[in-house]
């Protein structure tokens, strides 16, 4: 019998809008300051299953990221359940969790502490994570000296190499050049064709997807409007999308 490792049960994440920073800040000591409400994902409920790849798809703004930053919880649903039984890696800000002032190798420590992982285990990962991101020398200077795609490929190294039973991407793939980006898919493909590794990935592109995934859900103004098939889950996007055009 497979297992639930991710399931929202009529979860709704209504956001708070106000005019400016100003009126935010006064907020947190009053109520009387005037904001709009803005729900981001809309009584959403589906389940997923451990081993599962599963494409989340939506144009901007339907509630994708929403649905990940509660996932990963840097979010809270406003109402509704959500349950997450994994260790969660998540593409996402590649690079958040780093500090600036430590080294690359000390952040690896750090991003694996983070993560829930013992620093023997880290050690154990250390010299994969270093290989695998390709930044020679660097790894032993503080990362406020790095480039942006260092970091990027950094954060990445990190995050596929922690043995995540939970994989969560969102449009991360794009990482580096293009030797880069294939040893990026190559390993994405690797992670979750073994031990049951379970793969949320959010993207526009529909092709990658279909490479990944072979469930789809679609998002529209924070509902969910289709949830099977990876083939008609993509003609239900693309059919949205040009609905839009037109």
């Given amino acids: 019998m497979s297992k639930t490792v991710i399931e929202f049960k009529n979860v709704s994440k209504i956001y708070k809008l106000y005019k400016n920073d100003k009126m935010r800040l006064l907020s947190v000591f009053t109520k009387k300051i005037p904001y709009k409400e803005k729900k981001a994902v809309d009584n959403v409920s589906f389940k997923i299953e451990q081993g599962e790849s599963v494409a989340i798809f939506g144009k901007n703004g339907a509630g994708k990221s929403t649905i990940l930053k509660i996932i990963t919880g840097v979010a809270y649903a406003t109402k509704g359940d959500v349950n997450v039984d994994g260790r969660v890696s998540a593409l996402l800000e590649l690079t958040s969790g780093f500090d600036p002032e430590f080294t690359g190798r000390e ?3 750090l ?6 992982l013992r620093d023997e285990e880290i050690k154990e990962l250390e010299e ?9 020398e660097y790894i032993d200077q503080p990362v406020r000296t790095y480039s942006s795609g260092m970091k990027a490929r950094l954060g990445f190294a990190v995050n596929v190499n922690i043995n995540p039973e ?17 040893k990026c898919i190559e390993k994405v493909n690797e992670i979750i064709h073994k031990d049951n590794v379970t793969l949320l990935f959010v993207t526009h592109a529909t092709g990658t997807a279909q490479e990944f995934c072979k469930r789809g859900i679609v998002m529209k103004n924070g509902k969910i409007i289709y949830d099977d098939d990876i083939d008609a889950a993509i003609e239900v996007y693309d059919k949205s999308i040009r609905k839009k055009k037109a």
């Avoid at 991003?111 to 829930?116: A, T």
């Avoid at 994969?128 to 020679?136: K, L, S, W």
């Avoid at 449009?171 to 294939?182: I, P, Q, R, T």
Wanted: aromatic residues 8%; hydrophobic residues 45%.
């Fill in 107 to 109: 952040n690896i420590y």
């Fill in 111 to 116: 991003k694996g502490q983070l993560s829930g």
């Fill in 128 to 136: 994969t994570i270093v290989d695998f991101a390709e930044i020679g």
């Fill in 166 to 182: 939970i994989l969560i991407v969102d449009e991360a793939l794009s990482v580096g050049d293009v030797s880069f980006k294939n």
